[in-house]
């Protein structure tokens, strides 16, 4: 079953401006982590968001985290064609003594020239 | 530095026909593994993961199977393939909980 879903399924923006995705889980976390994805191939890890941590920034990318909610967000900021793709996120959940990775079903960005 | 190889990267099976796909990783030791499948356009939905050789654990019963003979080996299978097997394929390993490392993919296609 899906863990995560993103907000919205898909956004359009024009080249510079910025993107903003949402992601609710349902369940405790261990961490929150967000991948990109290019159509037909694999997933690429962006960011990881620990669940004691609020915010977390990697170049253009920040994270937010509130597990009050159970919610976050990435912000992609002056937003560029090549980031075109779709963004998923995954709540790591404990599972026996080991941890699985749960995605939601993904937000997919178009960024206009 | 650790790589993770999948293949094949495309496949056209009839219904009823076996399925073996493999993965391997380099580089690492004693990884988690992982086999995802990808609807087109949709999510990922977590098959099997495996934290060390013999050791699976199935999310969803279905038509397919998981082993990992090797420590750094993990290969999805079936025995008779449905229509409903199509997908795309990610295998994945990882340290703990940390990220994922994603194969490229092998999308599957039964007729």
């Known amino acids: 079953s899906q863990q995560g879903e993103e907000d919205p399924q898909a956004l359009s923006i024009q080249e510079g401006e910025n993107a903003t995705m949402n992601c609710s889980y349902k369940?405790?976390?261990?961490?929150l982590q967000w991948y990109r994805q290019n159509s037909g191939r694999g997933l690429v890890h962006l960011i990881l968001?620990?669940?004691?941590?609020r915010e977390k920034h990697s170049g253009r990318l920040r994270v937010t985290l509130d597990t009050s909610k159970k919610s976050s967000s990435l912000l992609i900021t002056a937003s560029r064609a090549a980031d075109t793709a779709s963004y998923f996120c995954?709540?790591?959940?404990?599972?026996?003594?080991?941890?699985?990775?749960?995605f939601g079903s993904g937000t997919r960005l178009l960024v206009r020239p | 530095s650790q790589t993770i190889h999948q293949w094949p990267a495309t496949l056209v099976q009839p219904v009823g026909s076996p399925l073996s796909l493999e993965c391997t990783v380099e580089?690492?030791?004693?990884?988690?593994l992982y086999w995802y499948r990808q609807a087109a356009g949709r999510g990922l939905q977590l098959l099997f993961y495996?934290?060390?050789?013999?050791?699976i654990s199935s999310e969803v019963p279905q038509n397919l199977s998981a082993s990992r003979p090797q420590d750094r080996q993990f290969i999805l299978s079936s025995k008779k393939l449905l229509l409903s097997d199509s997908g795309f394929y990610l295998c994945?390993?990882?340290?703990?909980?940390?990220?994922?490392?994603f194969g490229s993919g092998t999308q599957l296609s039964v007729l």
């Open positions: 994945a390993w990882s340290e703990q909980v940390e990220k994922l490392f």
């Open positions: 369940t405790s976390i261990n961490n």
């Open positions: 968001i620990r669940s004691n941590e």
């Open positions: 995954a709540t790591a959940t404990r599972m026996d003594s080991s941890y699985k990775l749960i």
């Open positions: 580089g690492t030791s004693n990884p988690n």
């Open positions: 495996s934290v060390g050789i013999g050791q």
